[in-house]
């Protein structure tokens, strides 16, 4: 699972106020390297999470990330790299996805995380 | 054959034999392949790469075409064995989640620049445990399609509907959540090729795209014509107000036959001899004379309008 992936999840618990960023603890990952799609990058950032963002970055022990971000890092290209590496390269194969509301844990398990509920759940 | 969402549910029915055979079927890689093209033609993308929503990805065939596009997407399926094919690709754009799209898509609000889904909404119509409620899944799933996308994004869902309820009903649930759009059927006459793919929109302006027809003759013996507003038209489209319009009025038109052929059928011919016409008094004379009855000759004057009463 990317941690665009993560990024973009949400708790679906019935009942709860926000759902995201979902806290992360990873078990087994792997770094890959692929192609850097600049406009992709450039065109997702602004409705990204970031501090989902900061979280991921904590967890997998990325530094040098600003606590925030403003548009003229869009012109960095260090920055759009550093996003690319981050968010599209690296795969947690195996992990947690834990809920800040509700505590409910969501598996990673051969790189696909698994949001299933209970009926009574949702 | 029966259809699959009426044999199993959708987890159980895609094991691991039949997801290994689904992905190897070459009919199937084409048939989904073609689809997944003419969907995302029908989303009208703008030309750069983008971060898309496949529901019910399956086993990665319709996420290929989108990687091949040159997108981002995830995937998400209530079937692991065919997560598990669709993993196996080790897409360099694509992600895979494990998730029952009937129980709300679990993703944050304003996320995805479009959505595609394929051959997979019609499950949500089918109850496959006792605290399932098809309309309560119905409208969580669309409730949550409306919050996932962006403001300028699209859906097309393409779909099979078992009937022409079914694809009301679905049709009818997305726009009760606030969806503009409506439902595009493309070759409508033909049952093999026909396909039904439910357009959104947030535009209250927005227009379906236009159907495929294919061949533009219609042979006389050609059946299955599904009326979605009301018009027999040879590309069927139903846009949500005509829809509205004509929900309770619901029906498969059955075959559409011209003037010509109904004319030639026997409830036709018996249509044409009015009762009491020259042809109708001709006919019963014919088969009075036919019974051994004593009738008198026809001449030019059978039938004819006397002018005066007695």
Same mark, same amino acid.
Do not use: I, L, N
């Given at each position: 699972m990317r941690l665009l992936t993560h990024n973009s999840l949400k708790c679906p618990v019935k009942g709860v106020a926000k759902g995201y960023p979902l806290q992360l603890t990873i078990v087994d990952m792997e770094v890959d390297e692929t192609e850097v799609k600049p406009d992709f990058i450039r065109g997702i950032l602004p409705s990204l999470e970031w501090e989902g963002v900061l979280v991921a970055a904590a967890a997998v022990g990325f530094d040098g990330l600003p606590e925030s971000w403003d548009t003229s890092l869009l012109d960095d290209r260090d920055f759009i790299l550093a996003m690319h590496r981050l968010l599209i390269d690296i795969h947690i194969v195996e992990g947690v996805l834990t809920c800040p509301e509700t505590g409910r844990t969501f598996p990673i398990k051969g790189g696909i995380v698994d949001m299933v509920l209970p009926e009574s759940d949702v | 054959m029966s259809r699959p969402e009426t044999t199993a549910p959708p987890e159980l029915f895609y094991n691991e034999s039949e997801a290994r055979k689904y992905d190897s079927s070459s009919r199937m890689i084409k048939i989904q392949e073609e689809i997944t093209t003419r969907a995302m033609e029908m989303l009208g993308l703008p030309n750069r790469p983008c971060y898309i929503l496949d529901i019910g990805c399956g086993s990665g065939l319709s996420g290929q075409v989108l990687e091949e596009a040159g997108h981002y997407w995830v995937g998400c399926d209530i079937s692991s064995s065919m997560l598990s094919v669709a993993a196996e690709q080790d897409s360099d754009t694509g992600d895979l989640c494990h998730a029952d799209m009937g129980q709300g898509l679990p993703f944050r609000p304003a996320t995805f620049d479009g959505i595609v889904s394929i051959s997979a909404i019609q499950w949500l119509c089918y109850s496959n445990a006792a605290d399932q409620d098809p309309k309560l899944r119905l409208n969580r799933f669309f409730s949550s399609l409306y919050t996932v996308m962006k403001r300028d994004a699209k859906a097309v869902l393409q779909f099979y509907p078992e009937t022409p309820e079914q694809a009301v009903l679905i049709a009818q649930c997305a726009s009760r959540v606030g969806f503009s759009g409506g439902i595009v059927v493309d070759y409508p006459n033909s049952s093999k090729a026909k396909k039904h793919y439910l357009c959104l929109s947030f535009e209250r302006s927005y227009h379906v795209p236009r159907a495929l027809t294919g061949a533009e003759t219609m042979s006389v013996a050609s059946g299955g014509a599904m009326s979605m507003a009301g018009s027999a038209a040879a590309s069927a489209v139903g846009t949500f107000d005509a829809l509205a319009a004509a929900s309770g009025n619901v029906s498969v038109l059955g075959r559409e036959r011209d003037e010509k052929t109904r004319r030639m059928t026997k409830n036709g011919r018996k249509a044409l001899? /009015? /009762?009491?016409?020259v042809e109708w008094v001709r006919h019963k004379k014919e088969q009075m004379r036919g019974r051994g009855k004593a009738v008198k000759n026809d001449s030019k004057y059978t039938g004819r309008k006397r002018p005066t009463p007695f």
């Open positions: - | 001899r /009015k /009762k009491h016409s």
